[in-house]
């Protein structure tokens, strides 16, 4: 078990009584140490009403806390005991500063001219570039609708091929003299020499 008192001078006797002052009667957070040789208790009066009984606070390191307004007076009920008691209340505080005060607001210093006159050129020709890229690009998209606005949907953008018809395929694909097809280039047999056909040479033979 760890028992913490902190700074001794910051704990004081509580002889027969101890105030509480307040700036204003508004209600506030009191807040009281305790270190309390046997078990102790304690009374309060509020603003000079008639005291009261507060509460019985046991032996050793203890915390009271309660609201109340204007000034508070705390008390045991006999001046032989032993009691030390702390509180936030009226603390003086204090800090050690180098002098230097950060209260003054500093105006922001002016930029140089120049840096502010080429950063407001730079500025001005990117704005001249986009509204030109902008430009092409609709230019460019308002020649390709006038481009493909009247084209059919033959491939790649071209007149749909014209498909004929079974009947007139066929007829374009026969012999333009209406016969089958002849051997020896599509001519009529033609007779071996000596007065025979050709076959009847072979069977001879």
């Given at each position: 078990m760890s028992i913490k008192v902190g700074n001794l001078s910051d704990w004081l006797p509580l002889s027969s009584s101890i105030i509480l002052g307040a700036s204003d009667d508004r209600a506030r957070r009191v807040r009281l140490y305790l270190n309390c040789l046997e078990p102790t208790p304690l009374f309060v009066s509020q603003?000079?009403?008639?005291?009261?009984?507060?509460?019985?606070?046991?032996?050793?390191?203890?915390?009271?806390?309660?609201?109340?307004?204007?000034e508070v007076e705390i008390a045991a009920d006999s001046l032989d005991r032993v009691v030390y008691y702390q509180s936030t209340e009226h603390e003086k505080m204090w800090f050690d500063g180098d002098g230097a005060s950060f209260t003054t607001i500093h105006e922001r210093m002016p930029r140089n001219e120049a840096l502010e006159w080429v950063q407001f050129q730079s500025e001005q020709n990117q704005k001249r570039m986009e509204a030109a890229l902008r430009s092409e690009m609709q230019n460019h998209m308002a020649a390709l609708e006038a481009k493909y606005e009247n084209t059919s949907s033959g491939v790649h953008g071209g007149a749909a091929a014209q498909h004929q018809k079974p009947a007139q395929a066929k007829a374009a694909a026969a012999p333009l003299d209406g016969g089958a097809p002849q051997p020896n280039g599509g001519g009529a047999v033609q007779p071996a020499p000596g007065g025979a056909p050709a076959d009847e040479q072979v069977g001879a033979a």
């Open positions: 603003s000079g009403a008639p005291a009261r009984f507060l509460a019985t606070m046991p032996a050793g390191l203890e915390l009271v806390e309660f609201v109340a307004s204007g």
